[in-house]
């Protein structure tokens, strides 16, 4: 039942979410336009995207190192502490890299529904004013934000794995 409550949210499109939301969104925050406003979808968004992740994380884990943690009597937390969570780590990294980054553009596609920020500029000054120049920089800075965005998690996953 949870996963299809999960596929639900991550088969909805990001927009729609925002559009769909707005009732949430009020009740939450007591707004549906800004910044605290647009958090909730973007949260929303991001739970179901990363449990995925971090279930196919978790399942990679190779079973006889589970199945060697029981053989020496370890309950199931110390097995989720001492041996599911150290393995999947750089896979729960770099799955959360990759959230960061899609939340990075689902953000800027919040501005679009007065959420501010990069996706507002784009949208207020860029396509609204017909002003390419706005657009191009605008663009430019979200390249740069999630080249080092994944330039940092990969680096984290290298030094995990490295461990």
Request: net charge positive.
């Amino acid at each position: 039942m949870l996963g299809a409550i999960i596929n639900g949210f991550r088969a909805t499109p990001f927009i729609v979410l925002l559009v769909a939301l707005l009732p949430f969104r009020r009740l939450v925050t007591g707004t549906t336009i800004g910044v605290w406003a647009a958090v909730v979808p973007l949260s929303i968004s991001a739970t179901p995207f990363f449990a995925r992740i971090a279930e196919v994380s978790l399942r990679d884990v190779d079973h006889g190192l589970i199945e060697a943690a029981q053989a020496i009597g370890c309950r199931r937390w110390h097995i989720i502490r001492h041996v599911l969570l150290p393995e999947a780590l750089p896979g729960l990294v770099g799955g959360f890299t990759i959230t960061i980054v899609s939340m990075i553009g689902a953000s800027a596609m919040a501005g679009a529904v007065g959420a501010g920020g990069l996706g507002d500029v784009a949208i207020r000054y860029g396509y609204q004013r017909f002003d390419t120049t706005v657009m191009l920089v605008v663009i430019a800075v979200l390249i740069a934000i999630v080249c080092f965005v994944q330039f940092v998690g990969d680096f984290a996953v290298r030094r995990l794995r490295a461990r």
